[in-house]
C-alpha cells in the first residue's frame, strides 16, 4: 500500500447541553463501533453482530463488505498486536503483529456469517498466500480470521475444511483463524478510503475488479 501524507482537520462544535450532545453522538452511523483505542470482541446491541476479518490491504476488503446487504458498519483496523504499535506508520513496517484488518457489523436476519465467510474467501482476498496480498507484502498483510465467538470459531474451521475437502484452490489455505483480542481503528484517512479515492491506480488496479467479483458471483448480496 502506498503512503500517504493527510492534513488533519479539527472540527469545533457549538457548546450544547450535554443530553443533546449524547443524542447526536448516538446517532451518527458507526457510532457504537468507534472506539479507536481498542475494544475488546463483544457484540453490538439488540440483533447486530460483529466478525473481524483481514485480507491484505484494507481499503479493498474494506469496500468489498460495505458492498454486502445486510451490512450496517465496515471499519479498517488493526488486530493481532498491542495497543501502543497500532498506528499505520509502525503496522507498515510488518513487526508488529498486527494485520490489516476490518471490522464488520451485520444484521445476520439478513446476512448470515458463513455467507461472509463466502464473501471473504471468493471475493475479498485470495487466502492462498503467506504474508501477502497481491503487490503487498508482510505479516501486516496477512489472511486471518479474528473471531468473537466460538460458534464463528467453529463455521470459520468447518468452512475451511469444506473448501480444502472441495479441491477449490490449487494451493493450501493459510488462513489463520484465531481468537479477537482486541480491534484498534485506522486513522481517519483510511475509512472508506475506495468509495473517496475511486480513481487512485491502487485502488483502480486492486481493489475495483473486487467490487466487480462480488456483484458476478454473488448478485443475491451486492447491493
Known amino acids: 500500500m502506498f503512503g500517504i501524507s493527510v492534513t488533519s482537520r479539527i472540527v469545533k462544535l457549538a457548546a450544547v447541553t450535554t443530553l443533546v450532545f449524547l443524542v447526536l453522538a448516538y446517532a451518527r452511523p458507526g457510532s457504537a463501533l468507534q472506539d479507536n483505542k481498542g475494544s ?6 439488540g440483533n447486530w453482530q460483529t466478525a473481524v476479518f483481514a485480507g491484505g490491504c484494507f481499503w479493498g476488503v474494506d469496500a ?3 458492498h454486502v446487504k445486510g451490512v450496517s458498519d465496515v471499519e479498517s483496523g488493526y488486530a493481532g498486536g498491542r495497543p501502543s504499535t497500532a498506528k499505520y ?5 510488518g513487526d508488529t503483529g498486527h494485520a490489516e484488518a476490518v471490522r464488520v457489523r451485520f444484521d445476520p436476519s439478513q446476512v448470515s456469517y458463513q455467507q461472509l465467510l463466502q464473501v471473504f474467501f471468493s471475493v475479498a482476498h485470495d487466502p ?3 504474508n501477502r496480498q497481491g503487490p503487498d507484502v508482510g505479516s501486516q498483510y496477512r489472511s486471518a480470521i479474528f473471531y468473537t465467538s466460538s ?5 470459520a474451521k468447518a468452512y475451511v475444511r469444506q473448501l480444502t475437502g472441495a479441491h477449490k484452490f490449487s494451493k493450501p489455505i493459510v488462513t489463520e483463524i484465531v481468537p479477537l483480542q482486541q480491534f484498534y481503528r485506522a486513522e481517519e484517512y483510511h475509512q472508506n478510503y475506495l468509495a473517496l479515492h475511486p480513481d487512485q491506480p491502487y485502488i483502480v488496479f486492486n481493489d475495483m475488479p473486487k467490487l466487480e467479483q462480488l456483484r458476478k458471483q454473488l448478485p443475491i448480496l451486492y447491493r
Do not use: G, H, I, Y
Not at 151 to 155: C, F, G, L, V
Open 40 to 45: 475488546a470482541p463483544a457484540e453490538a446491541a
Open 64 to 66: 468489498v463488505f460495505r
Open 89 to 93: 506508520d509502525q503496522v507498515n513496517r
Open 128 to 130: 492462498t498466500q503467506l
Open 151 to 155: 460458534d464463528q470459531d467453529k463455521m
